[in-house]
């Protein structure tokens, strides 16, 4: 028997940090229609499956999460929703292959999650994957408590069209948030306990508005903006594309106190062939210069970047051309993922698919030099002190985690607050975490 009048939900979101908002935000418009969040291990009335389209297999592991949740024990089914990109991609033909799922709503959509509840309420199915001109982030409710560091989506969407990605198709064409909605929301989560924020947007750093005085703006003059919000000490901003690295972006990281010194600027490949076919619309030498200006203006810049290896025709020359680019740019941090093809993508009708155990040994000739690199970078800070921004307890009692400037995670063990800013004293590092001694409160 199917629950059709749901009071508790469990939001599971999966994928990258733009879902991550989404879910929050979904979570805050459940909570505005009288229902809450299911106590921790208790079965939630409805489930939200807030999917990501970039997972190998994506749709099928959807598939394979909506029989689990139907095939839990105990009562009445939960009524389910499919929200995020694999409802954008696949749309009614979630309902047809899973009867059990109720609703699908697509990232544009769900604002509209508490209208398609009705219906299945009433019995029926509800299916909207609509991307209206009109933005959904003036239909959601005000923001609610908050951690010490908090997502804001600016901007959504992607006109580049990389040959590899399918985020044109699910997320739709680029629109930026205006800036009073943005600065509003933002002025809410420092309300709400944020000490922290992240600008968050497929392509973050292609924000454009206009300010209160109607002059135009690129997200450089939004980040001076919010660095003017009492109450806030931190901003950081991602995912960032090359060709969209302007100059008073590129002078805010030397100018703002808060902006923090942490740029996340993929390039892919190291190839300039292998780059074209991508039609990443930058080469590898436009890539260097602009990291030559972010270094100049901020030398202590934590530079990360995404990287696939095996892209259909790339070679053993422009694979090494991967390494070297890495050599030279010398990451603190990287993702790096093997090619994998995308239904509907036109990478994914190429020639010279790279055979998966090419694909193997060039991942982790990548992996071992990135991580050799991000070790360097967090033994480098042994000895120095730094601010760190307590954001969650730790395993062991009396223990806190927090992030470095330079993102970087640091444990340490402190009678201070989660959302306190304190200085610590480096002890150690691996390749994944810092460990160190809170030497002074240095905010409350
Ligand atoms: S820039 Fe390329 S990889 Fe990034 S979201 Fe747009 S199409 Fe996808």
Request: net charge neutral; proline share 6%; with cysteine.
């Amino acid at each position: 028997m199917k629950n059709r009048n749901p009071r508790t939900f469990e939001v599971k979101s999966f994928g990258c940090q733009m879902n991550v908002y989404d879910g929050e935000r979904m979570a805050e418009l459940l909570e505005a229609e009288g229902l809450s969040a299911a106590a921790e291990g208790a079965e939630a009335d409805l489930v939200v499956l807030n999917t990501c389209h970039i997972r190998e297999k994506a749709a099928e592991k959807v598939y394979s999460e909506i029989g689990r949740v139907l095939g839990r024990g105990g009562g009445a089914q939960p009524m389910i929703a499919v929200a995020g990109c694999v409802a954008q991609a696949e749309g009614a033909e979630i309902p047809r292959r899973a009867p059990g799922v109720d609703i699908v709503v697509g990232p544009q959509a769900y604002h509209n999650l508490p209208a398609l509840i009705r219906q299945a309420k009433a019995g029926g199915r509800a299916v909207d994957t609509d991307m209206p001109a009109a933005s959904k982030f003036g239909a959601l409710p005000a923001r609610r408590r908050l951690a010490p560091s908090a997502f804001l989506t600016v901007q959504e969407g992607c006109d580049k069209f990389c040959t590899y990605c399918v985020v044109p198709y699910t997320r739709g064409a680029e629109v930026s948030r205006p800036w009073a909605a943005v600065l509003d929301e933002a002025k809410a989560l420092i309300d709400g306990g944020a000490r922290e924020i992240i600008l968050l947007g497929q392509n973050v750093n292609a924000w454009s508005g206009e300010d209160e005085k109607g002059r135009a703006r690129g997200l450089g003059g939004l980040v001076r903006a919010l660095d003017a919000l009492p109450g806030l000490t931190r901003i950081r901003y991602t995912t960032s594309h090359p060709n969209d690295m302007t100059e008073p972006l590129i002078r805010a990281h030397a100018e703002v106190p808060k902006l923090m010194p942490y740029l996340h600027l993929p390039v892919q490949s190291g190839s300039d062939r292998i780059l074209k076919a991508m039609n990443r619309s930058h080469t590898t030498d436009s890539y260097l210069r602009i990291i030559e200006r972010v270094r100049a203006v901020r030398p202590d810049i934590a530079v990360s970047g995404d990287f696939i290896v095996g892209f259909p025709g790339e070679r053993e020359a422009d694979f090494e051309a991967t390494l070297r680019i890495v050599e030279a740019v010398n990451y603190a941090q990287a993702f790096s993922f093997k090619y994998s093809p995308r239904p509907g993508t036109p990478a994914a009708e190429m020639d010279e698919q790279v055979p998966p155990e090419m694909m193997d040994d060039r991942l982790q000739r990548l992996q071992a030099l990135l991580r050799a690199q991000q070790l360097a970078f967090n033994q480098a800070q042994v000895g120095r002190r730094t601010e760190v921004l307590l954001e969650r307890p730790g395993r062991k009692a009396g223990q806190l985690i927090g992030k470095s400037p330079w993102l970087q995670s640091v444990h340490l063990e402190t009678q201070a607050a989660i959302g306190d800013l304190v200085e610590v004293e480096i002890l150690s590092a691996g390749p994944n975490s810092l460990a160190g001694a809170a030497s002074m409160r240095t905010a409350a």
